[in-house]
């Protein structure tokens, strides 16, 4: 196995887990009264974690990336790791007000 799969391997497994605990989070988060907060923070701040090890691998993999097309994909796919890093910096601020 090369370099390069074993990242795409390991991206597409953190892929998963974000997008399901993104998914439950921003669920629990439209009903704000009935949130727990110290748990909601604890799972926001886990999210954090996989969201930099992601961002880790698409660093990685882009500086193996085959071709331009490959590396603008995962630019983009970087982009809205960021996105979804901002949004749970919001939630922890929304937190924090509480």
Do not use: C, N
């Amino acid at each position: 196995m090369s370099r390069r799969d074993a990242l795409a391997i390991g991206l597409a497994d953190a892929e998963q887990r974000i997008a399901l605990a993104y998914t439950l989070l921003a669920h629990d988060a439209a009903d704000l009264a009935l949130v727990d907060w110290p748990a909601f923070r604890a799972r926001v701040e886990a999210l954090l974690f996989d969201l930099d090890t992601a961002m880790e691998l698409v660093t990685a993999m882009i500086a193996v990336s085959q071709g331009p097309g490959e590396g603008a994909k995962l630019r983009e796919q970087a982009q809205r790791l960021g996105d979804q890093r901002v949004q749970l910096h919001r939630w922890l601020k929304q937190i924090g007000s509480r």
